[in-house]
C-alpha cells in the first residue's frame, strides 16, 4: 500500500492541477477548427473532446514513461523539485491563457521540471540525450511535417472536390471533420494525459511511495484522465478563438486535412514515446491547410506572436521552476511560501481575465447556420414597398395589358381615268 507525507499529497493535487489547465489551455487543439468551421456547435465540441480525452487516457503509458523514467534521474530527487517544476508549467499555461496564445502545456512542463532538477541536483541531473531526442527535435519537426502533410491534403481534397455538388460536398466534409477531431481528442489524451501521469509516478518515486521503475498506478491514470478531460470541457474559449479564428480563415475542406494530419502525427509520436507538442502540431497542421487553398492566407502577425511564445515556453517555465526550487529548499515555510505564491499569482490571473470576458458566444462563426433554402430565399428576395407609397406609383409599375390593333381601313380603288 502506498504511503503519503504531506508534501507528496500536495505535489499530487498540484499535479493535477496542472493537468486541469492542460485540458482548457489545449482544448483548442483539437475543436478549434471544428467549431470554427461550424461542423460542431462549441459546447457540444468541448463535451466530445473531454470525453474522448479521457478515453485516450487509458490506451498508452509510454509518453508518461519517458518522463518518469527518461527525462530526469531518479534518485536524488525530492517531491519538493516535482512540486517547484509544476508551479513554473502552471504559471506559464495561465499566463498564456490569459492573452489567448496557444502554447504548449508540454514544454512548460518539461522546462520547470528541467530548472526544477538542475537547481536541485545539477545539469547532471537531467538526461540531455532524452531532452533532444524526445522534446526539442520533435518540437521542431512535428509542426513542420504536420503542416506540409495538411497543405498537401488540402490540395488533394480541392482538386478532387473540384466538380463534386457544393453544399453536399461541404456536408460530407463537416461529418468528416467531426470523426478526426474526435481522432485529436483521443490523441491527446494518449499523449498530454500521460504527462500528468509521468509527473506523478516520478513524485511517488521520489517520495518512497513506489518502487523506481514502477509504471503509472491505475488510480494515477484515472485522475489524470478525469482532471484534463475537466479542464478540456470547461474549454479554453481564449485559445479556441485565436487558433479558429485569428490564425487563418477554413472551410470544411480545410479543417478535416488540418485535423487528421495532426491527429496521425499525435498518435505516431504517442507509441514511439515521443513528448510531443500537441499545441505545435495541430498550430502547424492549421497553417498548412490555411496555406493548401488557392486564395487562402496565414494572418503572420498572430503566427509571430505565437512563435515567440513557443520559444520563450521551456526556458521561461525553467527560470520559474529553478527559483521556486531555490524557495522551496529553505524548508517546510518555504514551500508553504511558493504555495501561497502559486495561489495567489493564479488569482491575480483570473481576477484580470474578468475584465474582457470570453466565452462559447465568442468563438462560432458568424455564419455557423444552415443556409437558407430555395423558397426562403425567394420570399427574401421579394421586398414589400416602403410604408406610406401612393397607389398611383404601385400602378404604374404594372404594365397595361396588350390589346389588338384595330384593322386599317380599306384602301380606296383608284380614280377612273377621264
Given at each position: 500500500m502506498e504511503s503519503f507525507s504531506l508534501i507528496?499529497?500536495?505535489?499530487?493535487?498540484?499535479?493535477?492541477?496542472?493537468?486541469?489547465?492542460?485540458?482548457?489551455?489545449?482544448?483548442?487543439?483539437?475543436?478549434?477548427?471544428?467549431?470554427?468551421?461550424?461542423?460542431?456547435?462549441?459546447?457540444?465540441?468541448?463535451?466530445?473532446?473531454?470525453?474522448?480525452n479521457l478515453v485516450g487516457a487509458f490506451l498508452s503509458v509510454e509518453v508518461a514513461n519517458t518522463i518518469s523514467k527518461g527525462l530526469v534521474d531518479e534518485n536524488g530527487i525530492r517531491p519538493e523539485v516535482i512540486f517547484?517544476?509544476?508551479?513554473?508549467?502552471?504559471?506559464?499555461?495561465?499566463?498564456?491563457?490569459?492573452?489567448?496564445?496557444?502554447?504548449?502545456?508540454?514544454?512548460?512542463?518539461?522546462?520547470?521540471?528541467?530548472?526544477?532538477t538542475v537547481a536541485s541536483a545539477g545539469f547532471g541531473a537531467v538526461h540531455g540525450d532524452v531532452l533532444v531526442t524526445k522534446v526539442l527535435l520533435p518540437a521542431?519537426?512535428?509542426?513542420?511535417?504536420?503542416?506540409?502533410?495538411?497543405?498537401?491534403?488540402?490540395?488533394?481534397?480541392?482538386?478532387?472536390?473540384?466538380?463534386?455538388?457544393?453544399?453536399?460536398?461541404?456536408?460530407?466534409?463537416?461529418?468528416?471533420?467531426?470523426?478526426?477531431?474526435g481522432l485529436v481528442s483521443l490523441a491527446h489524451g494518449t499523449n498530454d494525459a500521460q504527462k500528468t501521469m509521468g509527473i506523478i509516478t516520478l513524485a511517488l518515486i521520489a517520495g518512497g511511495a513506489i518502487a523506481p521503475g514502477s509504471n503509472p498506478p491505475t488510480w494515477v491514470i484515472l485522475s489524470a484522465g478525469l482532471a484534463i478531460a475537466l479542464g478540456t470541457y470547461i474549454g479554453g474559449w481564449r485559445i479556441i478563438r485565436t487558433m479558429g479564428k485569428g490564425l487563418t480563415d477554413l472551410e470544411p475542406q480545410q479543417g478535416f486535412a488540418a485535423q487528421t494530419s495532426a491527429a496521425t502525427a499525435i498518435l505516431?509520436?504517442?507509441?514511439?514515446?515521443?513528448?510531443?507538442?500537441?499545441?505545435?502540431?495541430?498550430?502547424?497542421?492549421?497553417?498548412?491547410?490555411?496555406?493548401g487553398r488557392k486564395g487562402g492566407v496565414v494572418?503572420?502577425?498572430?503566427?509571430?506572436?505565437?512563435f515567440a511564445a513557443w520559444a520563450l515556453t521551456l526556458p521561461a517555465a525553467a527560470l520559474v521552476g529553478a527559483g521556486a526550487e531555490s524557495v522551496t529548499d529553505l524548508g517546510d515555510w518555504g514551500t508553504a511560501a511558493v504555495a501561497v505564491f502559486l495561489v495567489g499569482a493564479s488569482a491575480v490571473i483570473w481576477k484580470i481575465s474578468r475584465r474582457e470576458v470570453v466565452d462559447h458566444t465568442d468563438v462560432a462563426p458568424d455564419d455557423a447556420a444552415e443556409p437558407?433554402?430555395?423558397?426562403?430565399?425567394?420570399?427574401?428576395?421579394?421586398?414589400p414597398p416602403p410604408a406610406g407609397t401612393v397607389t398611383e406609383n404601385?400602378?404604374?409599375?404594372?404594365p397595361a395589358p396588350a390589346t389588338d390593333p384595330a384593322p386599317a381601313a380599306p384602301a380606296a380603288p383608284p380614280a377612273a381615268a377621264v
Open positions: 507528496l499529497a500536495i505535489v499530487v493535487v498540484t499535479a493535477l492541477a496542472f493537468d486541469f489547465t492542460n485540458g482548457f489551455h489545449d482544448t483548442a487543439n483539437a475543436m478549434a477548427t471544428t467549431i470554427s468551421t461550424g461542423a460542431l456547435k462549441p459546447k457540444v465540441a468541448v463535451a466530445m473532446s473531454a470525453a474522448l517547484a517544476a509544476l508551479v513554473g508549467a502552471i504559471l506559464w499555461n495561465l499566463l498564456t491563457w490569459l492573452v489567448g496564445l496557444p502554447s504548449s502545456s508540454s514544454h512548460a512542463l518539461m522546462g520547470g521540471l528541467v530548472g526544477a521542431v519537426a512535428a509542426p513542420i511535417v504536420a503542416g506540409l502533410a495538411a497543405m498537401l491534403a488540402t490540395r488533394f481534397s480541392y482538386g478532387i472536390g473540384r466538380n463534386a455538388g457544393g453544399e453536399a460536398t461541404r456536408k460530407g466534409y463537416r461529418a468528416g471533420q467531426i470523426a478526426s477531431a505516431a509520436s504517442s507509441h514511439l514515446g515521443f513528448s510531443l507538442s500537441t499545441t505545435h502540431v495541430v498550430s502547424g497542421s492549421v497553417m498548412g491547410a490555411g496555406l494572418r503572420w502577425s498572430t503566427a509571430t506572436r505565437m437558407a433554402g430555395v423558397v426562403t430565399t425567394a420570399i427574401a428576395a421579394v421586398t404601385l400602378t404604374a409599375t404594372i
